[in-house]
């Protein structure tokens, strides 16, 4: 049974710094490509950024919003994925949800929600200006 859980959550001012991790189990984690989707109160859920498999390239993608700011990686052998978020703004304010995908995409299309099988339950991230 394949498993997500996010965690690294909370509050912080802008400016200020998060690392969130997303531990998995259930699938062999390092042949799926990783998403970190966000969705703010009243908006929808959108791609934050993703990591192809290292089967393919291990190659990552951003939003245009985040670029430069966060930064996406995983721990094969501790099947994790993580999301290193600086200089936070108001705007980061969101549930983030880390997701994963069996299927070989494009790198190009790895920032849509429909591309994903599996989801956790997301973690909140709140910045205070």
């Known amino acids: 049974q394949v498993q997500l859980v996010e965690s690294g959550g909370g509050s912080v001012q802008s400016g200020g710094a998060l690392r969130l991790s997303c531990a998995t189990s259930?699938?062999?984690?390092?042949?799926?490509?990783m998403g970190w989707f966000r969705q703010a109160p009243g908006k929808e859920r959108e791609g934050v950024a993703a990591i192809n498999s290292d089967n393919i390239d291990g190659r990552p993608v951003y939003a245009d919003s985040v670029k430069g700011r966060f930064t996406i990686s995983r721990d094969n052998a501790e099947n994790t994925l993580y999301l290193q978020m600086n200089n936070l703004k108001p705007e980061d304010t969101a549930v983030y949800y880390c997701?994963?995908?069996?299927?070989?995409?494009?790198?190009?299309?790895?920032?849509?929600?429909?591309?994903?099988?599996?989801w956790g339950q997301g973690t909140q991230v709140t910045v205070s200006s």
């Open positions: 997701a994963a995908t069996s299927t070989v995409w494009s790198w190009g299309i790895l920032l849509r929600l429909d591309k994903y099988n599996y």
């Open positions: 259930g699938y062999t984690y390092s042949t799926y490509s």
